[in-house]
Nanobody
Framework: VQLQASGGGLVQAGGSLRLSCIDP????????VAWFRQAPGKEREFVAA????????YYADSVKGRFTISRVNAENTVYLQMNSLKPEDTAVYYC???????????????WGQGTQVTVSS
């Protein structure tokens, strides 16, 4: 079952957005859920990850201190709160799940359609 990402949009630099990642199959337990992003002409890159069971979080250096990943068990949802957005954050954001922590795209599966984030300067 593909994950469903939503919450993207157009925002000015310095603004905020909150992305949501829902698993309709309710299989997040014991997995790592991560956000990746892909800008035009670039490879998909790791943004943040969370261990569903422990809540431990991991971030790319480029978003540390600005983005926060969290999960709500009852909603089976992972959120990515993005503050102090910059034009270089513009990309399609995807969520995926893996059996263990990795910053490698190939370790993740169940990618959905992604959600577009555009930050204007």
């Amino acid at each position: 079952v593909q994950l469903q990402a939503s919450g993207g949009g157009l925002v000015q630099a310095g603004g905020s957005l909150r992305l949501s990642c829902i698993d309709p199959g309710r299989t997040f337990s014991s997995h790592v859920v991560a956000w990746f992003r892909q800008a035009p002409g670039k490879e998909r890159e790791f943004v943040a990850a969370i261990r569903w069971g422990t809540g431990s979080t991991y971030y790319a250096d480029s978003v540390k201190g600005r983005f926060t990943i969290s999960r709500v068990n009852a909603e089976n949802t992972v959120y990515l709160q993005m503050n102090s957005l910059k034009p270089e954050d513009t990309a399609v954001y995807y969520c995926g799940k893996a059996n263990g922590l990795s910053k490698q795209e190939r370790e993740y599966r169940s990618w959905g359609q992604g959600t577009q984030v555009t930050v204007s300067s």
